[in-house]
C-alpha cells in the first residue's frame, strides 16, 4: 500500500523503514504536516500516517477522501487532531497505536517533577558556570507529599505506582475509577478536593471538549499554594494564561509542562535562531520554575519501537482487509 508519512522526522523513517520490512508497503516520508495547504500531497496514496499535530480536520478529510485516500493511521494514542465524525462520513477509517510503553510517559512527568522540586535545571546552570552557591535550591522531600492524578488509565496508574513508591499520597479523579489505581494505594476523590489537597498535580486524561482548560484560572485558586502542576498529556487541558498569572502570583509554585496549546507552530522543530512571535511560551519559559520540553515524553526507544510496528500492523491489517484492531470510532 501507497502511505504518505506526515511530520516525518529521521527516527520515524529509521524505525518505519525497520518495522515495514516484511510487510513491504511504499512508504513516502513528508517533512511537511497535514494541513488543507498540504493534504493534496496525499493524492494516489491509499493511507496517509499522522502524528500528534497534524490538522486532520473535515477539509482535509474531504480532500483526501476526493483523492481515494482511506486511511489515516495515527503513530500516536491520542487522536484530539482528528475529526472523527468526518472522516466516518467521508468513509476513512482512523487508527491510532491505543497502547505503547506508558512508563515512557509516566518516567517523563516523574523526571519533570524531580527536576523542579530539586532545581536540577538551576543547579546544572549554576555549577558549569562555576557557580557552586546553594541558595535558591532549596527544595522538599517528596516522601509524605500528596499527589493528585487527574486521569488514572494506563500511563496515570504507571505515573501514580512511581509516586507511591516515593511515599506519596494518592489522589485520583477519573470519569471511570478503576481499582488498579487503589490496589496501588490510590483514593479516588472529586476534584475539588484532589486540588486543594494536592501538593502535586499531575494530568494523564485526554483532550476532550469536557476537559479542555479543566485546569483554567478557577481550578488554578483552588490549588494549594505552592503546588506544581505537570501536563505531559495534552496542551489544551491548561489555560496557559491562566497558568502564567498564578506563577507571577506565587499561587502555582512549578509547572512542568511537555505539551503546549500552540505546540503546533513550535514544537518538533529547531527554531533556536529564529524570533519566536509567540510570546506566551517565551514568558513560560523565562520563569526560574517552569520547565518546558517538547512533547518528549514518549520518546523512547521502546515506545517509538511499539509506535512503528503497531502502525505498520493496522496499515498491512486495512490492506488485507482483516479487522482494524486499532480502530477510532467516532464515539470512542
Ligand atoms: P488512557 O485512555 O489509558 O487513560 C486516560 C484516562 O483518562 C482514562 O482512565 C479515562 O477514563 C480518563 N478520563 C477521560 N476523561 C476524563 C475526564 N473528563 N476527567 C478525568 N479523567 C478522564 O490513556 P493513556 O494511555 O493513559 O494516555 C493519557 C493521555 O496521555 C493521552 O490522552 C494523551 O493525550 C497523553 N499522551 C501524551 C504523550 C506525550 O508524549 N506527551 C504520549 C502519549 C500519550
Redesign the pocket.
Known amino acids: 500500500m501507497k502511505v504518505a508519512v506526515f511530520s516525518a522526522k529521521r527516527y520515524d523513517r529509521d524505525l518505519l523503514v525497520a518495522a515495514n520490512a516484511q510487510a513491504g508497503h511504499e512508504l513516502v516520508f513528508l517533512d511537511a504536516s497535514l494541513e488543507p495547504s498540504t493534504a493534496a500531497l496525499c493524492r494516489g496514496f491509499g493511507a496517509a500516517c499522522v502524528f ?1 499535530n497534524d490538522h486532520v480536520d473535515a477539509q482535509v478529510l474531504a480532500e483526501l477522501a476526493a483523492d481515494g485516500t482511506r486511511l489515516v493511521a495515527l503513530r ?3 487522536f ?1 487532531n482528528v475529526d472523527l465524525k468526518a472522516a466516518a462520513h467521508f468513509g476513512i477509517k482512523v487508527v491510532r497505536v491505543t ?2 510503553s ?1 512508563y ?2 509516566a518516567e ?1 512527568a516523574v523526571a519533570l517533577i524531580l527536576a523542579l522540586n530539586r532545581k536540577i535545571h538551576r543547579a546544572y546552570n549554576r555549577t558549569r558556570d562555576g557557580n557552586f552557591e546553594l541558595d535558591g535550591l532549596l527544595g522538599s522531600d517528596l516522601h509524605g507529599r500528596t499527589v493528585g492524578v ?8 504507571v505515573f501514580a505506582g512511581i509516586m507511591g513508591g516515593f511515599g506519596c499520597e494518592l489522589l485520583g ?4 475509577p ?1 481499582p488498579e489505581f487503589e490496589r496501588i494505594g490510590g483514593r479516588y476523590v472529586p ?1 475539588r478536593e484532589l486540588a486543594a489537597r494536592s501538593d502535586i498535580v499531575s494530568l ?5 471538549p ?2 479542555h482548560y ?1 485546569v483554567d484560572a478557577e481550578a488554578l485558586a483552588l490549588a494549594k499554594p505552592g503546588a506544581i502542576l505537570i501536563n ?3 496542551g489544551g487541558l491548561v489555560d496557559t494564561e491562566a497558568a502564567i498569572a498564578a506563577l507571577k502570583s506565587g499561587q502555582l509554585g512549578a509547572l512542568g509542562l ?2 503546549y496549546e500552540q505546540e503546533s507552530d513550535l514544537f518538533f522543530q529547531d527554531l533556536s535562531g529564529a524570533i519566536i512571535p509567540d510570546d506566551v511560551i517565551q514568558r513560560l519559559v523565562s520563569f526560574p520554575n517552569v520547565i518546558v520540553t517538547g ?5 523512547t526507544r521502546e ?1 517509538i519501537s511499539t509506535i512503528c510496528a503497531t502502525t505498520i500492523e493496522s496499515i498491512t491489517a486495512f490492506a488485507e482487509g482483516r479487522p482494524l484492531l486499532h480502530e477510532v470510532h467516532a464515539h470512542t
Open positions: 500528534v500516536c494514542t491520542g484530539n497502547e505503547y506508558p515512557s510517559v517523563h487527574i486521569g488514572t488509565g494506563r500511563i496515570g496508574r479523579h477519573d470519569r471511570f478503576n476534584l494523564h486524561c485526554p483532550l476532550t469536557e476537559t479543566l505531559t498529556s495534552r511537555d505539551v512533547h518528549q515524553a514518549f520518546f515506545a
